[in-house]
């Protein structure tokens, strides 16, 4: 890369988009690099810091645009540390205190953060199989008066109106509320983290007022940067 092609890259942007510096990244010197793009590969060490951070925030970018930062902390859970890294190097005050509220909300911690895996039904399939016979039963007793026998075809009905989610669901409520006894599955304990700073967070980054904002950080963090980013692997 010139030192001509080096600005034009620094300096680019869409302005429909947030400036993320990726074509620092994406470049044969880079990307020639087995494992450049995998975090935790011994290839991507090889690049610098300041060439790690944008290519981090950049996947930031992608995971909050395509799907917000829910899924961005789900799809990158195992290296949300980094993340947290990656956001403070870039010196934006905004972005960084943003980013900590939703991270400590979703992943418990900003300086050691673990996204919570949900547990679903089928994680405990033995102990749910049982219990959604049991509580298909329990709904289809409801159903009937006391005095009338529950049949085959009562049960069919149950299962074929309510898919097996809703029937978790329903099922959950109920043993929460003392209607039916636990099956032990995890998924009853599992509680949903809340999400009001994630969707605070998405709001703002979606804002023309965080793509602005992106283009002087991230324009900063690369001049900054410069020597490590014009370099090659």
């Known amino acids: ?29 880079v990307m020639n690099i087995e494992g450049w793009n ?6 991507q060490k090889l690049l610098t810091e300041a060439q790690r ?3 981090m925030w950049s996947d930031i970018v992608g995971q909050v645009s395509n799907g917000g930062f829910t899924q961005y902390c789900q ?3 195992e290296h949300l540390s980094l993340r ?10 905004e972005l960084s205190d943003r980013f900590a509220l ?27 199989a049982r219990s959604r016979d049991r509580f298909v039963r329990h ?20 299962a074929a109106q309510i898919d097996d989610w809703g029937l978790a669901v329903q099922y959950r409520e109920a043993v929460r509320a003392g209607d ?31 793509q602005a904002a992106s283009v002087q950080h991230v324009h900063a963090f690369i001049m900054r940067n410069r020597q490590e980013l014009y370099r090659t692997p």
């Open 75 to 77: 799809n990158y859970a």
């Open 102 to 128: 939703a991270m400590t909300e979703q992943a418990g911690d900003v300086i050691a953060p673990r996204w919570i895996e949900p547990i679903w039904p089928a994680d405990d399939p033995e102990l749910w």
């Open 139 to 158: 709904l289809a007793r409801k159903r009937k008066p006391w005095w009338r026998p529950v049949m085959g075809r009562d049960l069919a009905g149950v």
């Open 38 to 43: 995998l975090y935790g590969h011994s290839g």
């Open 180 to 210: 039916l006894p636990s099956g032990g599955e995890r998924f009853l304990d599992y509680v949903e983290p809340a999400n009001d700073d994630a969707n605070a967070f998405d709001e703002w980054f979606f804002s023309v007022k965080a």
């Open 84 to 93: 947290v890294a990656a956001v403070k190097a870039l010196y934006w005050p």
């Open 53 to 55: 951070t944008l290519l």
């Open 1 to 29: 890369m010139s030192e001509a092609e080096f600005e034009r890259a620094a300096a680019y942007f869409d302005d429909r988009w947030w400036m993320t510096g990726e074509n620092l990244i994406h470049v044969p010197s």
